[in-house]
C-alpha cells in the first residue's frame, strides 16, 4: 500500500510507512507533453523525447512498496530542467535578459528552460518571454523542489541521515568512448561529485549492489552530479546524494523511445539492485560515514 500525491509538477508516491534513510527521486522522466507546448515546438513527437530519461519511473516504481518514498516528475525536460537552478535561464531563449557569467550549460542550450534537445536541435523557432519563463518556473520547478526538499529534511529528522538517489538514464552514445582502451564501456554511471555530495561508503553500497547484479559500473565520468546533487549533498550534515545514469541501450529502443521487448526481465533485474540496496541502508546497519 502506498499514498500518492499528484499535481501537474510531480507525482509522489510514499509508502505506508517510511523505513529506510533513503529517497528516490527522477526528475527527468516526465513525459506529460502538453499539447499547446507541442504546437510551439519544431521538433515532431519523437524528436522532443529524445533527452527524457524514458521510463526511468518505472525502473524504480518497486522502491515504496520497499518503503521508501519516491518523486517523479510528470512534466518533461525538454519543458522545464529540474535538475538545473532555477535562475540557469538562457539569454538566447528568453527574452530581455541580460548576459551573465559565462555557465556551460546555459551556452550549450541545457539551461532551466532547455533550448535543445539531444543533439543540440533546437525546441522553439524563437524567443520565449520573461514572464512565461518566469510561470514555468513557478508552477513546476517550485513545486518539485519544495516536495523533494520536505523529503529530505522529514527523512533526516526520522532517521539521522538521509540519502537521496537521483535516478536518470544516459544515451548509449555518450559513453561509447568512455573507460580504458580496449575495455567496456560503463553501463551504470555513480555520480557524487567527487565526494562533495555524498560520503564514499554511501557510494561503496550503491556500486557494490550494482555490481553483484552484473553491471559495469564508474563513478563520476562523464556525469558527476548535477544541480540536485550539488544543492541537496551535505554529507558533513549526514544529507548524501548519488546520481544515478543507467545505459538506456540496457532497456531502451532509443530510436523510438520504446521499451525493449525484454524490459521486463532488466526491471527485475534493477528490483534486485534496489532490494539490495534497501537492505544496506537499513536502520541498524553500520552508520554512515561523514565526509
Known sequence: MSFRTATAAFELIRPLRQETPLVFSSPHSGRAYAPEFLQRAQLDALEIRSSEDAFVDDLFASVPGRGAPFLKANAPRAYLDLNRAADELDPALIEGLVRAPHNPRISSGLGVIPRVVAQGRPIYHGKITRAEADDRIARVWRPYHAALQGLMEETLQTFGEAVLIDCHSMPHEAIETQGRPGALPPEVVLGDRFGAAASRDV??????????????????????????????????????????????????????????????????????VLSEVIAAFRPGRTALAAE
Open 203 to 272: 557510494t561503496d553500497r550503491l556500486e557494490m549492489a550494482f555490481r553483484r547484479a552484473g553491471l559495469r559500473v564508474a563513478r563520476n565520468a562523464p556525469f558527476a552530479g548535477a544541480y540536485i546533487a550539488q544543492a541537496y549533498g551535505r554529507p558533513s550534515r549526514r544529507q548524501h546524494v548519488v546520481q544515478v545514469e543507467i545505459d538506456r541501450a540496457l532497456y531502451l529502443d532509443e530510436a523510438r523511445v520504446a521499451k525493449r521487448p525484454d524490459f521486463a526481465a532488466f526491471q527485475q533485474l534493477i528490483e534486485g
